[in-house]
């Protein structure tokens, strides 16, 4: 085999694993959004708020709409950094680690982010709206386990 067809197909093989890492990260940036949607449907068609309770939940979800478009700018970067080192090193060599945890940091920030978003809305609402709230979030969170 030459120098040449060795470093092509090392290329490939670097160009579809940045590929793959890009993949996934979408995947995990994209998961919640229906849980989100399950939530918001519950919160504004099925329990009965009052508007005092429709404003403050206003507040918080645009407070937290900023807060997860920022971490999800950044989980894009990440994901691109992985990308990167994964063309650069053509292994799992330690850019491609650092980019790796670099990912699951930004991934854990957003998850502690949306939880934080979740107990502020849940504050908002009374203790059978509460009860109900709960019964969705963890039906969204164990969906997969079922």
């Avoid at 329990?47 to 478009?69: F, N």
């Avoid at 709960?134 to 997969?144: P, R, Y």
């Amino acid at each position: 085999m030459t120098a040449a067809r060795r470093v092509a197909i090392i290329g490939f093989i670097a160009f579809l694993a940045a590929l793959a890492g890009v993949f996934v990260g979408r995947l995990l940036v994209e998961a919640p959004k229906q849980s989100e949607t399950e939530l918001h449907t519950l919160l504004h068609r099925e329990l009965t708020l009052s508007s005092d309770q429709e404003k403050r939940l206003q507040a918080i979800e645009a407070q937290y709409s900023g807060r997860r478009g920022a971490l999800e700018l950044e989980m894009r970067a990440s994901n691109i950094r992985l990308a990167q080192a994964i063309e650069a090193e053509h292994g799992y060599g330690p850019r491609v680690t650092k980019a790796i945890d670099e990912t699951h940091e930004v991934m854990g920030e957003l998850q502690k982010e949306t939880l934080r978003h979740l107990f502020a809305m849940r504050s908002v609402l009374d203790r059978d709206q509460a009860a109900m709230f709960d019964k969705v979030v963890v039906k969204a969170l164990t969906a997969d386990a079922r």
